[in-house]
């Protein structure tokens, strides 16, 4: 059974930072492209970051050099180290498996929730 477990999201103030974990459990962690989606209220979920298997990052052009994420496949562990917050990052993130190879595979995590204060 797939399971992430998520962590690190909570209420911070604009220009503040947050770390979010995910633990993956059920899935060969290491052959799997990991990633963030986020979902904003009344908004469409959109692909944050990714990380491929070998190491290749991606960031939609919003939190380009602001957001990093990164992984640690001993831990079967993603992360994203935010910084710069603003409120337009306020939003549900959730952690992200792709697997691009054989059989296409997704799986996408409950969702920690990230809040800007005003």
């Known amino acids: 059974q797939v399971q992430f477990v998520e962590s690190g999201g909570g209420l911070v103030q604009p220009g503040g930072s947050l770390r979010l974990s995910c633990v993956a459990s059920?899935?060969?962690?290491?052959?799997?492209?990991m990633g963030w989606y986020r979902q904003a209220p009344g908004k469409q979920r959109e692909l944050v970051a990714i990380?491929?298997?070998?190491?290749?990052?991606n960031y939609v052009n919003s939190v380009k050099g602001r957001f990093t994420i990164s992984r640690d496949n001993a831990k079967n562990t993603v992360y994203l180290q935010m910084n710069s917050l603003n409120s337009e990052d306020t939003a549900v993130y959730s952690c992200y498996a792709r697997k691009t190879f054989d059989v296409f595979t997704e799986y996408w995590g409950q969702g920690t929730q990230v809040t800007l204060s005003s």
């Open positions: 990380i491929t298997r070998g190491g290749i990052t």
């Open positions: 059920g899935i060969r962690f290491s052959i799997f492209d």
